[in-house]
């Protein structure tokens, strides 16, 4: 869709968060608040998490979110 801004976790928002000292879910906020006062749908599947905070996922990202950063995303 035209009007859909797609966001998506990898080396891009790590790279920023060492560099520009931004945390995710810094970045994160920042991204919603782009969005303006628009509808927006937000999801993100446990596989975005860490493997050692959430071992057992079906395909675990190195550079995933930690438990910290989801929990900060969600509340």
């Known amino acids: 869709h035209k009007n859909t801004n ?3 976790l990898d080396a891009v928002l790590r790279r920023n968060e060492k560099l520009n000292a931004q945390s995710i879910p810094l ?8 969005m303006g006062r628009r509808q927006i749908f937000v999801s993100f599947d446990v596989d975005a ?3 050692s905070d959430c071992p057992g996922v079906s395909c675990p990202s190195p550079i995933g979110l930690t438990a910290d950063e989801a929990a900060a995303m969600c509340f």
């Open 27 to 34: 970045q994160f906020q920042h991204c919603v608040q782009d």
């Open 6 to 8: 797609v966001y998506w």
């Open 49 to 51: 998490i860490r493997q």
